[in-house]
């Protein structure tokens, strides 16, 4: 079974940074394509960073079209974590924000973390 436990959040001011860690236990990350998802209060959950490695072996990135310029996904393949870096922070980045992973779709292989909280005053 994989887990995955995100770690970072907290309540930061407009403008400043903060960077989420997703710990993956039971397989490597590069098994899966990783993503960031986030939910604020009263609105649905949205996509916010991906990653996954293509033929080449190297990782491709995609960002919602809010974050561009402003957030980074990466990982560490030693720890087997992967990170969303934060800079410039908006008070509508608060949410919760979930770590999850993309395996086969034949074995519907689709896990969640518990998430963590950014709080972002003005």
């Known amino acids: 079974q994989v887990q995955l436990v995100e770690s970072g959040g907290g309540l930061v001011q407009a403008g400043e940074s903060l960077r989420l860690s997703c710990a993956v236990s039971?397989?490597?990350?590069?098994?899966?394509?990783m993503a960031w998802f986030r939910q604020a209060p009263g609105k649905e959950r949205e996509f916010v960073a991906t990653?996954?490695?293509?033929?080449?072996?190297?990782?491709?990135?995609s960002y919602a079209d809010p974050v561009k310029g402003r957030f980074t996904i990466s990982g560490d393949n030693h720890k087997n974590t992967v990170y969303l870096q934060m800079n410039s922070l908006k008070p509508e980045d608060t949410a919760v924000y979930y770590c999850?992973?993309?395996?086969?779709?034949?074995?519907?292989?689709?896990?969640w973390g518990k998430g963590t909280l950014v709080t972002v005053s003005s």
């Open positions: 990653m996954s490695r293509g033929a080449d072996n190297a990782y491709y990135a």
């Open positions: 999850n992973a993309q395996g086969s779709i034949l074995l519907k292989e689709d896990y």
């Open positions: 039971g397989r490597t990350f590069s098994s899966y394509r």
